[in-house]
């Protein structure tokens, strides 16, 4: 499949500067993201939580999440992604920061009671689990974005060929936060206490608006300069409506990849501390650096497995059969999972789910090539939101049911369920999306 080469108003510097800036956010985004997963056995400690009740917590960031991403896509497309960005960056840094005044007997604790006793049958909560619940629930809103904007503007300033190694690079970014969390909350927390955790970092991240407001092009510039799938119509995105992109068969092949693929990184990312802890038996200055470790070879696999992505597109001579042979390795270590129960040894275990990890960011690196491929740019906010309503809801169930298992019948059947996921996303490729080229809307 060819494709047009990009316009020359914005140089190869500035656009692998936009790469490097979008990894930053997705970064800072995940460290945020993660303080609470980090904090997460000593909040247990002393709030007397129980893996369900932590589970209720990270359920509601998820449904934020699932609630926010075909409203953040349409933002998205609407407003353009150098602005659509910023302000939702500003918003999660802030809800983040407002972390460190929740808890009970808080005013934000208080807050959130009120809200939650409104709806009908819900239970009344102690602990401070009202506040938490309610400030990851909008920070899921908030955050969930970010990754849609990244694949909303790598669609339009990387052709086919090199979009994969940029999707990766941006990706990475995710996993980077996820591997300097652990030892940034760990120092932050003993020299303060938990509540600077989430303040410093949340804060800090602010800085970020700066450079990003002075290198993303504005709407207008982005859709003049965009790169467009060949054999593309060069329709509106307003021409084409929400309900022809959810019934589009190569819309819900997407769809599925991250509904059978983005749970598994959110497990990880959820509870990865406090099966170290619980499960593995670690030290809380040990999970500084251990729960590290699977997100730092995670990390890799968006990097090498975008290039090897674009490496197998150009052996081919085909985006479809190159990207099918990507997906093909990649869900093939994501399965890695399943082997965890008979790992005994805990330097072999992180190793082993960080080839899982390193696999699964290979899809996603892999998955944001193909959604250009698939849709041109000006579409690309709306079906990435589309499907990330799939991949969070996915996440949500799986996160809600991972505490209540956990609990009940521990750690075994968890990594199973994860490890089979990979298997599904497979057939979604070969079955539902078939030909990876670009969607014909009637």
């Keep these: 499949m060819a494709i047009t080469t990009t316009d020359s108003v914005l140089s190869p510097r500035t656009r692998w500067t936009i790469v490097g800036l979008l990894s930053a956010s997705i970064t800072i985004n995940l460290l945020d993201r993660q303080i609470l997963s980090v904090l997460a056995s000593e909040l247990r400690t002393q709030f007397k939580w129980t893996n369900a009740q932590y589970g209720y917590i990270a359920v509601a960031f998820n449904l934020g999440m699932m609630c926010g991403q075909v409203p953040a896509g349409s933002l998205l497309d609407r407003v353009g992604t150098r602005i659509g960005l910023a302000a939702m960056f500003a918003a999660w840094c802030l809800i983040g920061a407002a972390h460190a005044l929740a808890g009970p007997g808080t005013v934000i ?17 102690a602990g401070g689990l009202a ?56 120092f932050i927390a003993g020299h303060s206490d938990w509540r600077m955790a989430f303040l410093v970092p949340s804060l800090a991240g602010l800085i970020w608006l ?20 060949a054999g593309t119509a060069p ?24 509904i059978f693929t983005g749970p598994i990184t959110t497990f990880y990312w959820t509870w990865l501390p406090l099966y170290l802890r619980t499960g593995r038996g670690m030290s809380f200055l040990a999970i500084g650096f251990f729960a590290s470790v699977p997100n730092l070879i995670g990390l890799s696999g968006n990097v090498v497995g975008g290039m090897l992505t674009d490496r197998f597109v150009k052996a081919t001579g085909s985006v479809d059969r190159g990207r099918k042979i990507a997906f093909t390795c990649a869900f093939g270590l994501g399965a890695l999972s399943m082997t965890m129960p008979f790992v ?7 190793v082993v789910m960080g080839l899982a990890l390193f696999g699964n960011q290979w899809v996603a690196a892999t998955y944001i090539g193909t959604v250009g491929d698939v849709v041109p740019q000006h579409l690309a906010g709306r079906v990435n939101g589309i499907a990330g309503v799939g991949d969070n809801g996915a996440a949500l169930l799986a996160v809600l049911y991972t505490g209540m298992v ?29 030909r990876i080229e670009p969607a014909r809307f009637e």
């Design 210 to 229: 700066f450079p990003w407001l002075a290198t993303f092009p504005d709407k207008q510039t982005m859709t003049a300069i965009a790169v467009k799938p």
């Design 344 to 350: 005994g040894n805990d330097y072999l275990a992180v």
């Design 109 to 125: 604790d208080s807050i959130a009671s009120a809200i939650l006793s409104v709806i009908p049958g819900f239970p009344v909560l």
């Design 235 to 258: 329709a509106s995105a307003a021409t084409i409506r929400l309900g022809q992109l959810i019934r589009n068969r190569k819309v819900i092949g997407l769809c599925l990849i991250r």
């Design 406 to 434: 956990v609990d009940k019948y521990g750690w075994t059947p968890v990594f199973f369920g994860v490890g089979m996921l990979p298997f599904l996303a497979m057939a979604s490729v070969f079955l539902v999306l078939r």
């Design 131 to 186: 506040g938490f619940i309610l400030l990851r629930f909008l920070m899921g809103l908030s955050e969930c974005g970010n990754y849609t904007a990244g694949i909303k503007a790598l669609a339009g300033l990387f052709p086919a060929a090199t979009r994969s190694k940029a999707g990766g690079i941006f990706n990475a970014g995710a996993q980077l936060g996820s591997v300097i969390a652990p030892p940034i909350v760990v």
